[in-house]
Nanobody, 115 residues
């Protein structure tokens, strides 16, 4: 059974930082492409960042320079370090695993950046 569990979401003031973590089980983590998506109320879901099996990273324009994605294959975890948070970053953040031609999603963690 595949399971993704996110943690680290919180309420912070604009300009603050948060570190989200996602722990995966039930997959061969080291070969999966891991992604962070977010969805704000009334808005479409958007890709924030991803990291391939070989460590190649990709960021959305809104995240570039402020967010860093990293993986630890020994712990089956992928983190998202977020700096200089803005109210526009407020959303539910989901971790996903692209593995064996399927996408698996975690339930999400709420991030709120207040102005």
């Amino acid at each position: 059974q595949v399971q993704l569990v996110e943690s680290g979401g919180n309420l912070v003031q604009a300009g603050g930082s948060l570190r989200l973590a996602c722990e995966a089980s039930g997959i061969i983590f080291r070969v999966a492409t891991m992604r962070w998506f977010r969805q704000a109320p009334g808005k479409q879901r958007e890709l924030v960042a991803d990291i391939t099996r070989d460590g190649t990273t990709n960021y959305a324009t809104a995240a570039n320079g402020r967010f860093t994605i990293a993986r630890d294959n020994g712990k089956n975890t992928v983190d998202l370090q977020m700096m200089s948070l803005e109210p526009e970053d407020t959303a539910v953040y989901h971790c996903t695993a692209d593995f064996a031609v399927q996408d698996y999603w975690g339930p999400g963690t709420q991030v709120t950046a207040s102005s």
